[in-house]
């Protein structure tokens, strides 16, 4: 039987797919950490990937066909990472995560043989014996992992999972597994960055300041936050997350914080364990969280009694929040709402709120501190967005007193980097704003 389990897992790996998109290019050592961006794209364009930035600092392979080794190991996503200088400096592979994958390991076994199996693939591979890491304990999760060291890189295999608690109710469920390598010299040097996820230098709060550009036509904007792609699972709040972890010089990504949050890849994260999320990582990843304004159900219904009023002064729908079997459906009541009799709703008959909402944005945006950002999408109009309504989480990164505009940033890649709406608009949708900074060094 354990053979038999054996073949079929190492069966589940080699799978080629239709449209094959290897990357083994990016571990032939030396020759792939020389590259410079154009030597990159030239030799990754028919395999298909994205800038995340206009920087080309990142880039992302996403999609069916991706695999290393001659399509010994299948993936979801790999991100590139460059130096400052242009070349690829660290690679993460997706191998496994709960919003990508499409058949889910869902006892511990099965998820423990994958693992092992991959240590040892890869050990044939590299020919060299790795060392085990335990759990890195300065981790959003404390993942477990394995390190191969061969000069000039470094291998880690790292992998997570929640673990069953009968006595609470709480099954065991596969997190994730990723291969992460890094550029460590002829020598071996620096092998710490792919080893430890605290490797990184978090930043101090007031070089945050530094952040924040001024420009002529009145933008004030937050340039270096990082750009991360959710892709198509409902991951908005996590990855919202990440980027500001990120910015932060903190190493912690969406599917570490999918884990903690307890994120459904269809459903996505709900504000309250996004928040509780972030809360419970306070003190090891050494952020304050700060709560602006979240979702109340008085302060809803008020918002809903201000938009009834003004609907009827317009000669509008009214919307009808009344309970189904002592139930309020929330999104229902929102998908009545006609989005310019909400915008004024808001505005003008409350008007203390949209000053407060103002001065705050600008206050933080100032700090250089960014805003994680809770809307519901679909009430008023935006230019190509995958997610047409519903409820989502964004960044406000900027603002512009002169045209009256917030200045915001979606975890969609690249050219959802730095969009602009009417500030009326933006107060008009919220549902929550939050955010996180590091504490005083």
């Not at 069966?11 to 961006?37: C, I, K, V």
């Not at 709480?170 to 010299?185: D, H, K, M, Q, Y």
């Not at 009344?322 to 709402?337: A, L, T």
């Not at 230019?383 to 989502?392: C, F, L, N, Y």
Request: with cysteine; hydrophobic share 40%.
């Amino acid at each position: 039987m354990k053979l038999l389990l054996a073949s079929l897992l190492l069966s589940s790996l080699t799978l080629a797919s239709g449209q094959d998109r290897p990357l083994d290019a990016l571990l032939t050592g030396d020759a792939a950490w020389q590259m410079n961006t154009a030597q990159f794209e030239q030799k990754f364009g028919p395999a298909r990937f994205d800038w995340l930035s206009e920087k080309k600092d990142q880039a992302r392979f996403f999609g069916d066909g991706l695999s290393l080794w001659e399509g010994g190991i299948q993936l979801n996503e790999a991100i590139v990472e460059f130096s400052p200088e242009g070349m690829p400096a660290k690679l993460t592979f997706s191998i496994y995560n709960r919003g990508d994958t499409k058949q889910l390991i869902v006892d511990r076994a099965p998820f423990e043989a994958r693992v092992e199996e991959l240590k040892a693939f890869i050990s044939k591979r590299l020919a060299v014996a790795p060392a085990e890491r335990g759990k890195d304990k300065s981790s959003a999760v404390a993942a477990e992992g394995f390190v191969w060291m061969k000069p000039p890189s470094a291998y880690l295999l790292e992998y997570s999972y929640q673990r069953e608690m009968k006595s609470r109710d709480i099954p065991f469920r596969a997190e994730f597994i990723r291969l992460r390598v890094a550029n460590v010299g002829a020598g071996g040097r620096a092998a710490a960055p792919v080893t430890a996820s605290a490797a990184a230098a978090p930043v101090g709060r007031n070089s945050l300041v530094a952040n924040v550009k001024r420009e002529e036509g009145g933008d004030i904007v937050i340039t270096n936050v990082p750009m991360v792609d959710q892709g198509p699972k409902g991951y908005c709040a996590v990855a919202t997350a990440e980027r500001v972890f990120k910015y932060y010089g903190i190493p912690v990504d969406q599917h570490e914080m999918a884990q903690v949050a307890d994120t459904s890849d269809e459903g996505g994260t709900s504000p309250d364990k996004m928040l509780a999320a972030l809360t419970k990582l306070e003190g090891r990843m050494g952020v304050s969280v700060r709560v602006i304004e979240d979702w109340d159900y008085k302060k809803f219904m008020d918002k809903v009694a201000d938009y009834n009023k003004e609907a009827k002064r317009m000669k509008k729908p009214e919307v009808d929040a009344s309970p189904r079997g002592g139930v309020i459906y929330i999104n229902e009541i929102i998908g009545q709402m006609d989005g310019e009799v909400l915008k004024t709703s808001r505005t003008e008959r409350d008007r203390s709120g949209f000053g407060k909402f103002q001065r705050t944005i600008a206050g933080l945006i100032d700090q250089g501190i960014p805003v994680m950002w809770s809307v519901s999408l679909g009430l008023l109009p935006e230019k190509e967005i995958p997610q047409a309504s519903g409820g989502h989480m964004r960044l406000i990164i900027g603002y512009n007193a002169k045209t009256g505009e917030a200045l915001y940033s979606d975890s969609w890649g690249a050219e959802h980097a730095l969009k602009r709406m009417p500030l009326a608009n933006a107060y008009a949708m919220t549902n929550g704003l939050y955010y996180m900074q590091p504490r005083a060094r």
